[in-house]
């Protein structure tokens, strides 16, 4: 993923195009953007978003964007499974769906289990006995 512009120039973009000390317009944002090596669409997006709010700054980069929905219900789900600990992802999934009418598949839930460290072991009970061989 490419770093974002330095605040400093983003702000020399932004004035090169809005200083009208330099001519009667500035620069286009085009011919800053040519000035400073940077793609014209940032030239233009950095001064829509200065003459829109007063600022140019970077927005955040990366992280998890999509769990804030499924977290919302953390304390349900986490109660849910200290009831019923047999309960599967398709029913918590389902249960979600039904209470709030927000649908998740299973693997969002097994992410959201695997986030909050909560593991889940077979049944010993449910395991072969042994090889499945010849006996004599």
């Known amino acids: 993923m490419a770093k974002p512009l330095s605040p400093a120039l983003r702000l020399r973009i932004v004035r090169a195009v809005e200083d009208e000390a330099v001519e009667d317009e500035g620069m286009s944002c085009r011919a800053a953007a040519g000035r400073f090596g940077v793609a ?3 030239a233009i997006e950095l001064v829509s978003e200065w003459r829109s709010t007063g600022a140019c700054e970077a927005g955040a980069q990366g992280g ?3 769990s804030a929905r499924i977290e919302g219900h953390a304390a ?3 109660s849910l499974v200290a009831a019923t600990p047999d309960m599967t992802l398709a029913e918590i999934a389902d249960h979600l769906f039904k209470v709030h009418g927000e649908r998740f ?4 839930i097994w992410r959201f289990f695997d986030r909050h460290n909560i593991t889940f072991k077979k049944n010993i009970t449910r395991q072969r006995a042994g090889s499945a061989g010849r006996s004599r």
């Open 76 to 78: 349900e789900i986490l």
């Open 105 to 108: 598949v299973p693997s969002v």
């Open 40 to 42: 014209p669409s940032t």
């Open 64 to 66: 998890d964007r999509r």
